[in-house]
């Protein structure tokens, strides 16, 4: 506080704009800039709560169809069944606390609520919403707590992160291996993506399915279809059904990697339609249904701008409006609605299946009671738990690596 008691001298009493003493317009009511902008607080469903600071959860996949023609009369085969996928996320710890002095809660306010305590708890009730919000839109890694670095929750990011599997091409053979056992089965179709100044084999394209012949746990052969991918593979299979697998023409050079979810790389440049109806078809294909689009502001703008495309702006029937903005996309494989997400950054796009995902909620949020007043002020302290559940995440699909 300054040593001098006069804050202002006027320059005149003469006219409002030079005179002190004028009482002041303030607004009674305090205008917080908050808009309901949790999306997936809102639209989450709320599961079960968690008993375990680590929980566990399994998905199941059916294997691909096959040629099923047996004899009349024959000895049973059994094959082993499926597989299961164990997911895991952690459980974040959340705080949000205050204290407000008792001087402080008795002056006088220019504004409605007169005791400024209650007033900073709500606010601290939205604060902690937003952080909870953020942890689900942004938080790309899952990790227990380990000394003094806290546990966090893996959000929306870390389960639609590529899931890749290194590989290389034999061009001779025309067969691909991986680095370790792919898990697939005859007729699963894939993806290959290259990293940096690699370059797939001639005949191949980036984000373009293929459909495998197992020949090991790591290696197989790829065909341009399902059932050229089950004849070859079949018991009666000619000589035509096992020469339809794709010639590589060359075995490709740097990194090349199997994609085994639904991600589209980038690489730097702005989405293009194509890139949705990428992800939309890995998506269909495996089963999902995504309906919405999570982004950022700017890809928003840029995504009205792509789906409108070239076609005629249309007018509303008093012919005084032009309206050119998109929110929905009709796909060949669904329908996605835009969502703008304040707290998307702009290098990435998430088409989320929404039934595949939930909170689990540790402890509900809530005020921590009983506090003990230490001094001339009171204290408040907020809590929350919880983790995000991505029940299935191969339902759901990103555009990642978009410029920032």
């Not at 808009?35 to 709320?46: K, Q």
Request: charged share 25%.
């Amino acid at each position: 506080m300054a040593n001098n008691p006069i804050v202002n001298t006027s320059t005149s009493q003469s006219v409002t704009y030079e005179a002190e003493g004028e009482k002041e317009d303030f607004s009674p009511i305090i205008a917080n800039i908050d808009p309901d902008h949790n999306f997936f607080l809102r639209e989450f469903p709320t599961e079960e709560d968690a008993t375990q600071l680590n929980f566990n959860w399994l998905t199941e996949s059916l294997k691909p169809p096959k040629v099923n023609a047996h004899l009349e009369m024959e000895d049973y085969k059994t094959d082993k069944v499926g597989s299961l996928d164990r997911l895991n996320n952690t459980v974040q710890f959340f705080q949000t606390t205050g204290r407000v002095s008792d001087a402080q809660r008795k002056t006088a306010k220019q504004y409605n609520q007169q005791d400024e305590f209650p007033r900073q708890k709500e606010l601290a009730f939205k604060q902690m919403a937003r952080d909870m919000e953020y942890a689900i839109a942004m938080n790309t890694v899952s990790r227990l707590e380990s000394g003094m670095t806290p546990a966090k929750t893996g959000g929306v990011p870390f389960f639609l992160q590529e899931e890749k599997l290194k590989v290389t091409f034999e061009s001779t053979a025309n067969t691909a291996t991986t680095s370790e056992a792919h898990k697939l089965n005859t007729g699963d179709f894939v993806y290959f993506i290259a990293a940096d100044k690699a370059k797939l084999p001639q005949n191949l394209a980036a984000n373009r399915e293929y459909y495998i012949r197992k020949k090991s746990d790591t290696t197989f052969d790829l065909f341009y279809s399902l059932d050229e991918a089950l004849a070859a593979d079949s018991s009666e299979a000619t000589s035509a059904d096992t020469g339809k697998v794709i010639a590589l023409g060359t075995a490709g050079s740097g990194d090349l990697f199997l994609l085994k979810n639904n991600v589209v790389d980038g690489a730097g440049t702005a989405f293009t339609e194509d890139n949705i109806n990428d992800v939309m078809e890995m998506c269909y294909k495996r089963g999902g249904d995504p309906t919405v689009a999570v982004m950022s502001a700017a890809n928003k703008r840029r995504f009205s701008a792509v789906i409108t495309g070239q076609a005629s702006k249309r007018r509303d029937q008093k012919d005084k409006t032009v309206t050119n903005i998109t929110d929905t996309y009709i796909s060949d494989f669904g329908t996605i609605t835009a969502q703008v997400h304040r707290q998307y950054s702009n290098d990435r796009i998430d088409l989320l299946d929404m039934n595949y995902w939930g909170i689990k909620y540790f402890v509900r949020p809530h005020e921590v009671t009983g506090l003990a007043k230490k001094g001339t002020y009171e204290e408040f302290v907020l809590e929350a738990s919880f983790g995000v559940k991505g029940t299935q995440p191969k339902a759901s699909g990103s555009i990642v690596n978009l410029p920032a």
